[in-house]
């Protein structure tokens, strides 16, 4: 079935320093949406990308869609102690429709 | 706009038991679907339901069912409870499908002693 990889699992920065998640699914996606989870919250919906390519920016976050659409990186610039918390990328393939969620990638910030 | 809501928070249950958690998606959502997740396994689709019918199914056993009335709000059931069916369970709702942005309610903590 389809599988959504997502590397690291955890991963802890000083602030000010750059943070980058990757995500890798089996099977080529239709789109891929990316969500955050601070503590004892729930996924917050951050973007979502279509296109090939793609390549998208919020503030100092960067998302891109690989060229293949079978990959997507998310990375923040200057990590702030406000980015805490677990990214969740979630693809959608075109035989099955429905999301699947990658494991997440647990961000702690130290000030 | 109100969010999607769940009830209830939280739930205490012991094995063999069976449950019943309730979702009011976003007004004018007509999807709306199911997740577990566990600290070991992260976030697992159960379901997705639209027009009151289940559009999606994931990999989870008999005993995990629900359903959607006409006003789009869903239910799930859970019976014969395990050990391992502790987890929280996420609704999320969007406007159609799963290619829409999805929102989630703040979830119900089940734990099955």
């Known amino acids: 079935g389809q599988q959504v990889m997502q590397i690291p699992q955890y991963q802890h920065v000083q602030e000010g320093e750059d943070f980058t998640t990757y995500c890798n699914s089996s099977t080529t996606l239709s789109n891929i949406q990316w969500y955050k989870q601070r503590p004892g919250g729930h996924p917050v919906f951050l973007i979502q990308l279509v296109k090939s390519g793609e390549v998208k920016k919020q503030k100092r976050l960067t998302f891109q869609f690989g060229e293949a659409k079978k990959n997507s990186s998310l990375h923040i610039t200057a990590t702030q102690t406000t980015d805490v918390g677990t990214y969740f990328c979630?693809?959608?393939?075109?035989?099955?429709?429905?999301?699947?969620f990658g494991a997440g990638t647990r961000l702690a910030v130290h000030p | 706009k109100a969010g999607v809501t769940q009830t209830p928070r939280y739930l205490i249950k012991t094995r063999g038991q069976q449950v019943t958690l309730s979702c009011s998606p976003i007004?004018?959502?007509?999807?709306v679907s199911w997740y577990q997740q566990t600290p070991g396994q992260g976030l697992q689709f159960l379901f997705e339901?639209?027009?009151?019918?289940?559009?999606n199914k994931g990999n989870f056993p008999g005993r995990f069912s629900g359903r959607q009335f006409s006003n789009s709000r869903s239910e799930m059931n859970v019976s014969t409870l395990e050990l391992g069916d502790s987890a929280l369970y996420l609704c999320a709702s969007s406007l159609e499908t799963s290619y829409d942005e999805q929102f989630f309610g703040p979830g119900t903590r089940l734990t099955v002693l």
């Open positions: 007004s004018g959502h007509r999807s």
């Open positions: 979630a693809g959608l393939s075109g035989g099955y429709n429905k999301l699947i």
């Open positions: 339901y639209f027009s009151e019918t289940q559009r």
